[in-house]
């Protein structure tokens, strides 16, 4: 189980390096971080600070760390999927060629290649 912000897992460092590194990938192919998501009152900077650790982006990061390649990374939300946590999810499943299915409180999402199930409409 994973927490937004959280840093007690013993794996978050191998964590943290692979978001760092699919960051860089994804912004080599056009990511804009959108921090309007974030709702407080910090710098720009910050806001995107606090997007890179969302549960499901942490989740999601174990799960390639801990699966067998190739296989679809299943994550369970009991929120809904923030706009740039969408975004993000498109990229990384392009990025490492897996299926992502995401269930937040409204409906299953399910990423491959870089799309959603949901056509951008949640």
């Known amino acids: 189980m994973f927490y937004a912000g959280e840093t007690s897992n013993l794996m978050k460092d ?31 900077q910050e806001k995107e600070r606090q997007l890179f650790w969302h549960s ?26 923030c706009g740039d946590c969408h975004t993000v999810l498109k990229f990384i499943s392009d990025i490492v060629k897996r299926e992502i299915v995401v269930r937040d409180a409204k409906r299953y999402h399910h990423f491959k290649h870089g799309k959603c199930s949901c056509n951008d409409f949640w």
Do not use: Q
């Not at 994804?26 to 990511?31: K, T």
């Open 56 to 81: 499901e982006l942490l989740a999601v990061a174990y799960g390639l760390l801990k699966s067998v390649p190739g296989t679809v990374i299943r994550i369970v939300k009991n929120l809904r999927v």
């Open 14 to 44: 191998e964590i943290f390096d692979l978001l760092k590194e699919l960051d860089v990938e994804m912004r080599r192919r056009g990511y804009v971080p959108n921090t309007s998501c974030v709702l407080h009152n910090m710098e720009h």
